[in-house]
């Protein structure tokens, strides 16, 4: 399973650090990060959305081929986080449908790797009548 | 204050009829709106305040009349030292002229205000918005714009908005 090269923010430095050396992704089948919504399969939205970002993340969601899953990594992701505004989007399920939510501000490697293993035991679940 | 600024300030104070605060060292002017263009080209040009190092402004309703203060802060390199200049402006939709042509780096700060408070600059090249998206409505940065939150989601109130929130489709 490919992830898409998109961080946002500060979430972006702990996706960083899950691909890196120490917490490494590439264990676990995310041997590199593709910078083409074209060509991955995952999007982990890292860090916050604000609004006038929003067109540009549900663009490259349906710029990528099915089947396609998402993460929203961090608290900014899944619920707006510390940011109760008029400028963030509360919570990047309100423009993608996300498959797992990772909690934590930032959420330490660890916590996005086990983010990533409960993502593939759903996808072990689904049958390709899903998506067919 | 030096020298230089004690010329300077009496320089704005003779000809534009400005009027000169002092706070913790640091000299504030108030000017009006029509003698702005004028006052900051001559100090560009005589007094060698080469450098705008912010333009910003303030929202001071309700307390305060002339509801926004428009703040320039110069800076002169060759001198070392800065100038604070600000400009009242009241009303809903204020107008005051760009200084686009004295400073160049005026074009994003004035785009800024514009934005976040609604303040017009006439005669500026490109008045789009900056920060917000382009069809956004409002300036979020006035007093009486709403905080536009979020009501939490405790677990008393879990299924209410459970139901008001949007859900996408796969």
């Known amino acids: ?132 | 204050m030096n020298a230089h600024l004690q010329s300077v300030v009496k320089f704005l104070i003779d000809n534009f009829q400005a009027q000169d605060k002092e706070y913790q060292g640091q000299i504030t002017v108030i000017v009006a709106p029509e003698h702005l263009v004028n006052a900051l080209t001559r100090l560009r040009d005589e007094f060698d305040f080469s450098m705008l190092e912010l333009q910003t402004a303030v929202d001071y309703w309700p307390q305060t009349s002339p509801r926004f203060h428009v703040v320039y802060q110069v800076n002169s390199f060759a001198n070392n030292t800065q100038l604070r200049i600000r400009v009242p402006l009241d009303g809903n939709a204020p107008v005051i002229p760009t200084i686009e042509g004295v400073f160049a780096n005026a074009n994003w700060h004035e785009r800024e205000i514009w934005d976040m408070f609604g303040i017009r600059f006439e005669g500026h090249s490109d008045p789009r918005r900056i920060l917000m998206p382009e069809d956004w409505a409002g300036h979020p940065l006035r007093k009486d714009y709403p905080l536009g939150y979020e009501e939490v989601q405790f677990s008393f109130n879990f299924d209410e908005i459970s139901l008001r929130k949007p859900k996408p489709g796969k």
């Open chain 1, 1 to 132: 399973m490919w992830p898409m090269l998109f961080g946002l923010a500060c979430c972006a430095i702990e996706m960083m650090a899950a691909q890196a050396a120490n917490y490494d992704m590439s264990r676990f089948g995310m041997e590199l990060m593709r910078a083409s919504p074209r060509q991955s399969d995952l999007m982990i939205v890292a860090g916050r959305v604000s609004r006038k970002m929003a067109p540009i993340v549900r663009q490259l969601y349906d710029q990528m081929p099915d089947p396609k899953w998402v993460i929203a990594m961090g608290d900014c992701a899944s619920c707006g986080g510390v940011f109760n505004n008029y400028a963030i989007l509360q919570g990047v399920d309100e423009i993608v449908p996300v498959d797992v939510y990772v909690a934590g501000c930032p959420p330490r490697p660890e916590a996005l790797i086990h983010g990533v293993m409960t993502l593939h035991e759903k996808v072990r679940g689904e049958k390709i009548t899903t998506w067919a």
